[in-house]
């Protein structure tokens, strides 16, 4: 039973890029006559521009991250953590990348280029790692920034429910991915 | 707080190589990080324009309205104290329309439009009001159905099976924001005072914000 929903995602999970791909210009063309190809150019450019923006912060976290897994510090840290996480069934892998999660969207996304280095696109770690990145946000600085803006200093309970939602969405990560992939 | 992490990070290596014996490998693990950032980051530029460039196709079509017609029966629900006429209303529609969509780029503006409209309404003007908590904690707990061109980029083939997971993390964390907003509220730590609830005439202040 759990064996077939597992086939059934993952036959489904091969047509969702290609359906993006077509259905989205389909819309942009036919239902509302947009020029697509000249369209998508335009929003192409931006792929070099961010991919050379986010170069200084790749190398900050990459170089980082580096030199503490190569002295053995990484080590030390999981396997001093990992009868707890192991308990909740939590990839001490990925504990760097939940931790910096809400606290840097360049950070963790450092981290996460480093869990693909490390361990490749297809690993079990780099899929948890890339769901906890897309279903949590970067809490601290999205509150700066909105909050900032208007001039509020007393943010009440938005903090907290904020890093609630990052947990929940962190735990989620992990177990639906282990679930599907594990 | 990054700088004390990254700070940490560097220095807790040294330390430890240097007990460990590891030191070659420490300074070696610097300099081929630092290259493979670049190569990364290079590799990332061709699927990252793929995707971009269809996410352009989408924001000029106009999809961000046709999500935010099925949103907008929801935010009315979630923010009761906001007039569904009100301009917050609709800002708020389209940044989480945005949202949805993965179009960070669109969605920021948005959020930012729908904070001040949000103050307007605000009595207490250097207190968040409780449908600032709600749409921050929505906000914070992402909801997204389109992973990002990062992500895209970097996962690659693998990026197709992460979309269900993601979108079902993403459900639970936004739930968890909606819940446990919707319950904090009620708190009495975080009831707004009565007396200051009265008359603060505050200007808003913009303050300086660091980039992330």
Request: a negative charge.
């Amino acid at each position: 039973m759990i064996e077939s929903v597992i086939n059934i995602f993952n036959e489904g999970a091969k047509y969702v890029i290609p359906l993006l791909l077509a259905t989205i210009p389909f819309y942009g063309l036919l239902v509302k006559k947009v020029k697509v190809y000249e369209v998508f150019v335009e929003g192409a450019k931006d792929g070099f521009n961010i991919a050379i923006r986010i170069i200084p912060y790749l190398v900050a976290i990459l170089v980082g991250i580096g030199m503490f897994r190569a002295s053995g510090a990484l080590d030390i840290v999981t396997d001093f953590l990992s009868p707890i996480l192991n308990a909740i069934g939590f990839p001490p892998e990925n504990l760097l990348l939940a931790v910096m999660r809400p606290l840097s969207g360049s950070g963790s996304f450092g981290l996460l280029s480093d869990l693909v280095n490390q361990y490749g696109q297809d690993s079990l770690f780099a899929k948890i790692g890339a769901t906890m990145y897309g279903s949590t946000e970067t809490t601290f600085y999205v509150l700066a920034v909105y909050f900032g803006s208007v001039g509020i200093k007393k943010v009440r309970h938005a903090l907290i429910s904020g890093l609630i939602a990052d947990l929940v969405g962190i735990l989620s990560a992990v177990y639906i991915c282990r679930f599907l992939f594990g | 707080m990054l700088n004390y992490v990254w700070f940490g990070l560097i220095f807790i290596s040294v330390v430890v190589g240097t007990i460990d014996g590891k030191i070659d490998a420490v300074t070696e693990a610097a300099i081929n990080s630092a290259e493979a950032a670049v190569t990364l980051a290079i590799g990332l530029i061709g699927i990252m324009a793929l995707w971009l460039g269809m996410m352009k196709i989408a924001e000029e079509s106009g999809l961000i309205e046709l999500i935010s017609q099925i949103v907008r029966p929801i935010t009315i629900w979630l923010f009761p104290e906001v007039p569904p006429d009100h301009p917050a209303m609709g800002s708020i529609v389209l940044n989480m329309a945005a949202n949805i969509l993965g179009l960070g780029n669109a969605a920021t503006p948005l959020g930012l439009k729908a904070m001040q409209e949000l103050q307007e309404l605000n009595p207490t003007k250097d207190t968040a009001s409780n449908a600032m908590c709600t749409f921050l904690a929505i906000n914070t707990s992402s909801v997204q159905l389109i992973l990002p061109a990062t992500v895209v980029g970097l996962m690659g083939v693998s990026a197709s099976q992460i979309f269900l997971p993601t979108i079902f993390a993403t459900s639970m964390s936004t739930i968890a924001a909606i819940v446990s907003v919707k319950i904090l509220s009620k708190l009495k730590q975080f009831t707004i005072a009565p007396e200051i609830r009265s008359e603060t005439k505050l200007e808003p202040q913009p303050e300086e914000i660091g980039n992330d």
